[in-house]
């Protein structure tokens, strides 16, 4: 059910930084309930992590131990999702394209067999709902992989939403509800006085007042300055090539997404086929390069021999903000009105709605939700926990 508006609202106004998806779903939670939100983005809406992510929902397959507070996160996130895209559609008009084909984690070899059914062991001690199946299985499932074959683990509940659609439908969604949503107009400070946030400066120098600010500037969040050196979150970018293949839409090789050895295929309604991705230590650095895009193409022609015949489509550079932890720095600050949303690594189309819901509700209702309470920026140094 949509948010109704309600008369708890703790603040009114709330500015954001950062219009990507995690920034605009929270803008859109906030509006939707009836604070005055305001959104800045250094570029366009959409534009940054948001554009260049391949929308993968993988709370299962790709859990790893050390991770298991990230999993149930992401497990509690992927249960909102067929809610959630619903209720944009009924907001926006826009399809995010939620898919059920789920995930095959595909082995090529013996060696790769061994090495998913060790992590297999691990993943379903969790509870988590995958399973080995056969080549046999596997091929009858995608009848274009590779003629030989391990077999694959199977994940149904890891699918995929259409990334790109999913920030246009959040911004028309934050739109509607009321927020303000402004472009090309990057955040240089955080303001604030007497321990509390008052307000951004932005870059060309205007004072914008605010009660709460929310810190969601991905991978460019320690740019913003205003805090001191222990308040800035451990973000950093982690550069990611990818590329998009044209398939037929009425006959496409793939209808899963499979992740092979070395890339993953994820396959879109319109005949896309994305491609991805590297991941480089290279700060900012925006190259395509011909060695990212041959490690691409080789592991997707390893495993689905066929692309070798489809036309390039689109070839891309993203920066997803890597924690130090790979895991997202989520909830409230020591400095009274600063909120932390940002740092979600792989992880920020998945962990979309619980993050918007959890922020929400953090800025509204005083409430920290249990998922995102081992995420705040405290578990990095010797801030003191935030007051739930």
Request: aromatic fraction near 4%; proline fraction near 6%.
């Amino acid at each position: 059910m949509p948010n109704e508006p309600t008369p708890n609202v703790r603040t009114s106004d709330v500015a954001i930084i950062g219009a990507g998806v995690i920034g605009l779903a929270i803008a859109w939670r906030l509006a939707a309930r009836g604070a005055s939100v305001q959104v800045f983005d250094r570029g366009a809406a959409g534009g940054g992590a948001s554009h260049a992510a391949a929308g993968m929902l993988a709370a299962c397959a790709e859990a790893e131990p050390g991770e298991e507070a990230l999993v149930a996160l992401g497990r509690e996130s992927q249960a909102r999702w067929p809610a959630f895209a619903a209720e944009l559609l009924e907001v926006s008009g826009v399809d995010v394209e939620l898919r059920t084909e789920g995930t095959l984690v595909v082995a090529l070899t013996a060696d790769d067999q061994a090495r998913l059914n060790h992590q297999l062991v691990f993943q379903q001690k969790l509870g988590l709902p995958l399973q080995w199946i056969s080549a046999a299985e596997t091929r009858r499932r995608e009848p274009h992989l590779a003629g030989k074959l391990a077999g694959a683990v199977l994940s149904p509940e890891d699918t995929q939403v259409d990334n790109r659609k999913l920030a246009r439908a959040l911004r028309l969604a934050a739109e509607t509800a009321g927020a303000s949503v402004s472009e090309y107009r990057a955040v240089s400070t955080i303001s604030s006085r007497a321990g509390r946030v008052d307000g951004l400066v932005l870059a060309e120098g205007a004072k914008v007042s605010a009660d709460v600010v929310v810190l969601a500037a991905g991978a460019w969040s320690r740019r913003i300055a205003g805090l001191r050196p222990e308040l800035l979150p451990p973000v950093r970018p982690i550069k990611g090539q990818m590329l998009a293949l044209r398939m037929d839409p009425a006959a496409p090789l793939l209808t899963h997404v499979v992740w092979a050895p070395a890339a993953y295929l994820v396959p879109r309604r319109d005949g896309r086929l994305l491609v991805g991705a590297t991941v480089e230590e290279k700060g900012y650095d925006t190259s395509l390069t011909a060695g990212g895009m041959l490690t691409l193409l080789e592991a997707a022609w390893r495993a689905v021999p066929a692309v070798e015949e489809l036309p390039i489509d689109e070839m891309w550079v993203g920066h997803r903000p890597g924690s130090r932890d790979d895991a997202p720095i989520l909830g409230a600050g020591p400095i009274d009105g600063l909120i932390y949303a940002t740092g979600h690594y792989r992880n920020g189309i998945l962990l979309t709605p619980i993050t918007a819901d959890a922020i929400a509700r953090l800025v509204l209702d005083g409430v920290s939700e249990a998922a995102i309470r081992p995420f705040g920026i405290e578990r990095f140094g010797s801030l003191p926990a935030a007051a739930e």
